[in-house]
């Protein structure tokens, strides 16, 4: 299956900076990357879909000027947490769909974000 | 909406027990089902699948069969291992193209020697 990476891993940030986070898929190429958030105990909830070379498709409830999401290319998708909030502390997942990969998601290892 | 509920954790074995992890989804369209696995510090990888009724997936000792009658999938393992444990999440997936996810809360499992 295709190798996901995320960076960074972990993040502290203080109230009102902004955060990028980086997914890479470092075998594959992907038509299409997910954005997952988790919070504590909870399951994990689908922010947006990104698909390269167009705009993201956001979740009912998510703020698509504050969750930047760029696909600039085949392998890289990046999330941007902009003016970020300590309710905007929570686990960011990114996950991506191969070309023709139907119905299999390959996941990154996620990246935690703590803001203070 | 779409919704998948799986039991609460942590779970804790002893080595060689037998593991049922329950799951039950919204009886709504005709979703494909998953089990996904996250080992500490890694991604979410998944386990094994199942994509219409009466389907069975299996995988590493593990296995689930889908069940429209009873809306479930349970996850069910004859003897588990200190290298089992993880964080399982059940999901149900639909859609062409881009294709949607919708997770349980994931339930932990320590298996202890």
């Known amino acids: 299956g295709a190798v996901v990476s995320q960076h960074p891993s972990w993040v502290i940030c203080k109230s009102g900076t902004s955060v990028k986070i980086e997914c890479r898929s470092l075998?594959?190429?992907?038509?299409?990357m997910f954005w997952y958030r988790q919070f504590p105990k909870q399951s994990l909830m689908l922010m947006a879909t990104?698909?390269?070379?167009?705009?993201?498709?956001?979740e009912q409830g998510v703020e698509k000027d504050k969750f930047l999401i760029n696909h600039a290319s085949l392998t890289l998708s990046t999330l941007t947490v902009t003016s970020a909030h300590p309710e905007d502390s929570s686990f960011y997942i990114c996950?991506?769909?191969?070309?023709?990969?139907?119905?299999?998601?390959?996941f990154g290892p996620g990246t935690r974000l703590t803001v203070l | 909406g779409n919704s998948v509920t799986q039991m609460e954790g942590p779970v804790t074995l002893s080595e060689e027990a037998f593991l049922t992890i329950n799951c039950t989804y919204t009886?709504?369209?005709?979703?494909?089902l998953f089990w996904y696995v996250q080992y500490p510090g890694e991604g979410l990888q998944l386990l094994l699948k199942?994509?219409?009724?009466?389907d069975k997936g299996s995988n590493k000792g593990f296995e689930a069969t889908y069940r429209k009658e009873t809306t479930s999938f349970h996850l069910e393992k004859g003897s588990v291992q200190v290298s089992d444990s993880a964080v399982y999440f059940c999901?149900?997936?639909?859609?062409?193209?881009?294709?949607?996810?919708?997770f349980g809360k994931g339930t932990k499992l320590s298996v202890i020697p």
């Open positions: 996950s991506l769909q191969l070309a023709g990969g139907k119905d299999t998601q390959y």
């Open positions: 075998d594959f190429q992907a038509t299409t």
């Open positions: 990104s698909n390269e070379g167009s705009k993201a498709t956001y």
């Open positions: 009886a709504t369209g005709y979703p494909s």
């Open positions: 199942a994509t219409k009724a009466d």
């Open positions: 999901a149900r997936g639909e859609g062409a193209g881009s294709y949607q996810l919708t």
